[in-house]
């Protein structure tokens, strides 16, 4: 789907969300909720979320080690930069821009950190399920539409990982089986095919470094849980009392329910992802759930987006140069253009 396809699509959820949501809830009671939090739990949650960037950086840089020598500092900015440019880009494209960012900056080339991005995005979906499976185990809500997302994104994921895995591990056997099962395509196919393989082999190289895979699945435990407790964080500000194990699993459902296309930000589904998981643990009358979602949704996106922008304005860049690939990155032997056959 083309990206003007995808943003008009996303625009037409966004809208037809907050549609229901205004008339499932009392906005003037929302807002009077809003204005009886406590301020204090708002902002140890929003300097919370603000600081996990660190951690993603410095997993992302783990990641990138193999490829080149990139600080923890650089992976950050790339993240907090792609974090903003999700939230006011149209498209989703926020992985985009902070591949193109970091690809500028350091002495790596573009097609490693796509894979990078790439590698990291099935990290993130797997960990995710994983703890949504644990949820489900420990604490199955009376939902089945709950069960029937995770076996789904299980599904996914887990091919996924499995994908990423063989290729990190029996490159030169992925090649060929996957040149015997497509020698069908023209020849020019299936060398861009062979070279997109090659180039997520060395975007997930680190994966051949028992050391650094482990201490990047550790990582990547750590951010999630951070997240479930940043949720019980702004939970307290509102007075409610949902169980570690139901933020838990309104934070699965949110994750792996923005992957449907919304308007830039997520505007209406992320409001709505988050009330219909609440609504198992308990019957919000007074927009309280309403008024929690909100404020999730105003944590998540307002630091990282002026934290974004600042860091885009010291560069001296504009949004626009964010997706744009005019200006060449290094070059190195993975962005050649002739990709590595096997002979089958």
């Known amino acids: 789907m083309s990206h003007k396809k995808l943003t008009v699509l996303g625009l037409i959820v966004s809208i037809s969300v907050l549609v229901v949501l205004a008339h499932e809830f009392d906005v003037r009671a929302v807002v009077q909720t809003l204005e ?28 990138l080690h193999p490829l080149a020598p990139v600080s923890v500092a650089s992976a950050t900015e790339g993240f907090i930069v792609g974090a903003m440019a999700n939230n006011v880009l149209p ?48 604490e199955p809500p009376e939902a089945p539409w709950v069960g029937a997302i995770g076996q789904s994104m299980a599904f996914v994921f887990i091919s996924a990982s499995l994908t990423v895995f063989l290729v990190a591990h029996a490159e030169s056997k992925v090649l060929l089986i996957a040149q015997r099962m497509l020698r069908w395509l023209p ?7 062979t070279s997109t393989l090659t180039k997520l082999a060395r975007g997930v190289a680190v994966l051949r470094d028992r050391k650094r895979t482990v201490s990047i699945v550790l990582l990547s435990v750590g951010i999630w849980l951070s997240e479930v407790a940043i949720y019980a964080v702004i939970q307290r500000a509102f007075g409610l009392a949902i169980p570690l194990s139901g933020l838990a699993l309104v934070m699965c459902v949110l994750t792996l ?22 609504s198992l643990y308990s019957q919000d009358t007074h927009g309280v759930a309403a008024a929690f979602a909100l404020m999730m949704h105003l944590v998540h996106y307002v630091p990282v987006t002026l934290l974004g922008l600042f860091i885009v304005s010291r560069r001296g860049l504009k949004l626009r140069e964010l997706t744009s690939t005019s200006e060449p990155p290094p070059t190195d032997v993975d962005d050649a253009p002739s990709p590595r056959r096997i002979q089958v």
């Open 36 to 63: 009886g939090a406590d301020r204090r739990w708002i902002a140890i949650g929003a300097l919370s979320y603000v600081s996990l960037f660190v951690l993603r950086g410095l997993r992302w840089a783990l990641i």
């Open 91 to 138: 498209a989703r494209l926020g992985d985009v821009s902070r591949a193109l960012w970091l690809a500028r900056r350091e002495a790596v080339s573009r097609s490693s950190v796509f894979s990078s991005v790439l590698f990291e995005r099935i990290l993130d979906g797997t960990t995710v399920v994983a703890l949504l499976g644990a949820v489900l185990w420990l």
């Open 187 to 193: 020849a020019r196919r299936l060398d861009r095919v």
């Open 257 to 278: 329910g923005l992957t449907v296309p919304s308007s830039p930000g997520f505007v209406g589904v992320y409001e709505g992802l988050i009330i219909a998981t609440l």
